[in-house]
């Protein structure tokens, strides 16, 4: 298996060999757990359902899933693809020293943080327009947003002001820079996408050999 679920609990930083400071993200495996195996005899692959935390009021369909496999019920069911092999069984805790390592590079995927509603210059780091002559209160605006007569309409997907954040955001090929085996906690460098007590997915970095 080449990706988990985690949750993140925080920052702080290290000190490498060298004495030099990092700045690291702490997150939580230590509650990740297989709950369905599908197989390519029954299923048509091979993957695993994961889930991490605990969680109350489920909807009836769920509740079923869960109480089927005798798994405590979390907060999120996510699905990863898994070798024909794997020995992972309904129940099994998930431990990442059996997946990651010192020094490997991982994708992680998170909802971000939401900002609201947000001008062109914070949203997409636009320059803005002229703050002298010439310009009357529109100093932060967005300017032209396409021509007059042709085409005579927005092109889909121009920028403007909108909402910002509290979408899918992906950082690709972080470091992981530490593993504590008694807690089961992931260290990565640099921060993560979402904030404090939000689940992510941390999978191999597919640009790894680039």
């Known amino acids: 298996m080449k990706t ?6 925080g920052m702080t930083q ?3 060999e060298n004495s030099k400071s990092l700045g690291v993200t702490v997150l939580d495996v230590s509650d990740c757990r297989v709950v369905q195996v599908k197989n390519n005899e029954k299923d048509g692959y091979s993957a695993v359902q994961l889930t991490i935390g605990k ?6 369909p769920l509740e079923s899933h869960y109480k089927k496999y005798d798994v405590e019920p979390g907060e999120v069911l996510h699905e990863v693809k898994v070798d024909e092999d794997s020995e992972l069984n309904p129940g099994t805790k998930i431990n990442v020293k059996d997946f990651f390592e010192i020094g490997q590079k991982v994708d992680i995927t998170g909802i971000s943080k939401g900002k609201g509603f947000a001008g062109v210059m ?3 780091n636009f320059s803005g327009q002229k703050a ?11 300017g032209s947003i396409g021509n007059a007569s042709f085409p005579g309409h927005v092109f889909k997907g121009q920028k403007m002001a909108g909402r910002m954040g509290n979408q899918k955001t992906t950082i690709q090929s972080v470091t992981i820079v530490g593993l504590n085996e008694e807690k089961n906690y992931l260290l990565v460098n640099g921060s993560v996408p979402g904030n404090k007590g939000n689940i ?11």
């Open 4 to 9: 988990l679920i985690a949750k993140k609990i």
């Open 14 to 16: 290290i000190y490498d």
């Open 55 to 60: 969680k109350k009021n489920l909807s009836k």
């Open 122 to 124: 914070k949203r997409h």
């Open 132 to 142: 002298s002559h010439g310009v009357h209160k529109v100093h932060r605006a967005g």
């Open 200 to 210: 992510v997915q941390v999978q191999t970095a597919v640009k790894v050999n680039q």
